[in-house]
């Protein structure tokens, strides 16, 4: 069982950064794939990051379109600690992220497939 806590978010203004942080219980946090999800309300749950383990300890990074160039997903696995790395906010990027987790691979951007969540925490960009 791996239990994940996400801390670092807030209220900003817009053009602002935060850096959000994922931290994972376990002894194995080097081969999961890790992915941060968000939720606005009214909206479905989105894809944001993954840094997605490929093999021993490398792992590759995809974004959705939106945080492209914006937000950097990374990791240090001597801390169990999964990065979101947010400049440039927008009142768009306002929701609960969420960190996930899955042992291995992951394929695609989907949501059901990491088998680990977080409890949230919440990003408010003030316009």
């Known amino acids: 069982q791996v239990q994940l806590v996400e801390s670092g978010g807030g209220l900003v203004q817009t053009g602002g950064s935060l850096r959000l942080s994922c931290v994972a219980s376990g002894r194995t946090f080097s081969s999961y794939s890790m992915g941060w999800f968000r939720q606005a309300p009214g909206k479905e749950r989105e894809f944001v990051a993954r840094h997605a383990w490929i093999r021993d300890t490398q792992y590759y990074a995809e974004y959705t379109d939106s945080v492209k160039g914006r937000f950097t997903i990374s990791r240090d696995n001597a801390k169990n600690t999964v990065y979101l790395q947010m400049n440039s906010l927008k009142p768009e990027d306002t929701a609960v992220y969420y960190c996930?987790?899955?042992?291995?691979?992951?394929?695609?951007?989907?949501?059901?497939?990491?088998?680990?969540w977080g409890q949230g925490t919440q990003v408010t960009v003030s316009s």
């Open positions: 996930s987790a899955k042992l291995g691979v992951v394929l695609g951007s989907t949501g059901p497939q990491y088998d680990y």
